[in-house]
């Protein structure tokens, strides 16, 4: 008879830790970790968590838990510089970044309408995000990213409803070097082959989407 109940017994184990990690997530998010350099994310990405466009500060509600924590661990290692960034990473454990990027995975995203690269294409941001410029190397953005641009697992990001000047300074990282945590320098290249005016206008566009 004691066996039969092993199996009851051991989902309300599971589901106890997993209320407990997702209590220590949100204790994260909106308090700071143990480590005194770990400070509230919430100060920064807002306490809905879709970040502050006037600040550049990106959207992290509903991103994948995957894609958050590579963030981190890129962070950490140096091949995503930010000055913000590194330091709480590092100061980060282990189980503060599965508690954190759960929590932040299971908030919920914008809405945003879906549309494929055959939707129609007006202005420069809307040809580069839906068509690219092949002529130069660049593909269309939602290629990867997805109709729209809302993300394709833990690979490509969501671009829709990012802040522009987020946007602008992630191609501007790759551009520069300062970013090389993606498959084969691929944004790096990407990046290089855009114009100032062309990174303005395609990031100006993404961040349109879910108003």
Same mark, same amino acid.
């Given at each position: 008879?004691?066996?039969?109940?092993?199996?009851?017994?051991?989902?309300?184990?599971?589901?106890?830790?997993?209320?407990?990690?997702?209590?220590?997530?949100?204790?994260?998010?909106?308090?700071?970790?143990?480590?005194?350099?770990?400070?509230?994310?919430?100060?920064?990405?807002?306490?809905?968590?879709?970040?502050?466009?006037?600040?550049?500060?990106?959207?992290?509600?509903?991103?994948?838990?995957?894609?958050?924590?590579?963030?981190?661990?890129?962070?950490?290692?140096?091949?995503?510089? $930010?000055?913000? =960034?590194?330091? +709480? !990473?590092?100061?980060?454990? /282990?189980? @503060?970044?599965? &508690? %954190?990027?759960?929590?932040? *995975?299971?908030?919920?995203?914008?809405?945003?309408?879906?549309?494929?690269?055959?939707?129609?294409?007006?202005?420069?941001?809307?040809?580069?995000?839906?068509?690219?410029?092949?002529?130069?190397?660049?593909?269309?953005?939602?290629?990867?990213?997805?109709?729209?641009?809302?993300?394709?697992?833990?690979?490509?990001?969501?671009?829709?409803?990012?802040?522009?000047?987020?946007?602008?300074?992630?191609?501007?990282?790759?551009?520069?070097?300062?970013?090389?945590?993606?498959? $084969?320098?691929? =944004?790096?290249? +990407? !990046?290089?082959?855009?114009? /100032?005016? @062309?990174?303005? &206008? %395609?990031?100006?566009?993404? *961040?349109?989407?879910?108003?």
């Amino acid at each position: 008879m004691t066996l039969t109940y092993w199996p009851l017994a051991g989902l309300c184990g599971l589901l106890l830790a997993t209320q407990a990690q997702a209590v220590e997530g949100q204790d994260i998010y909106t308090q700071g970790g143990a480590a005194p350099a770990v400070t509230a994310c919430s100060s920064c990405h807002g306490a809905d968590g879709m970040g502050m466009a006037a600040a550049g500060f990106p959207r992290l509600a509903g991103l994948s838990a995957e894609y958050l924590t590579k963030q981190i661990k890129d962070f950490r290692s140096g091949t995503r510089a $930010n000055s913000v =960034m590194q330091p +709480i !990473a590092a100061a980060l454990s /282990d189980d @503060e970044v599965t &508690a %954190v990027t759960q929590m932040l *995975a299971g908030m919920p995203a914008p809405e945003v309408e879906r549309f494929s690269r055959s939707a129609e294409a007006e202005g420069l941001g809307a040809v580069l995000a839906l068509r690219g410029a092949w002529e130069r190397n660049i593909p269309a953005c939602v290629a990867c990213h997805g109709p729209s641009g809302v993300g394709v697992g833990s690979a490509f990001p969501p671009l829709a409803g990012q802040p522009s000047q987020y946007l602008t300074a992630q191609l501007n990282a790759w551009r520069q070097g300062t970013r090389q945590n993606d498959p $084969n320098d691929l =944004m790096g290249h +990407i !990046a290089r082959s855009m114009t /100032d005016a @062309e990174i303005d &206008a %395609v990031s100006r566009y993404f *961040a349109s989407l879910s108003q």
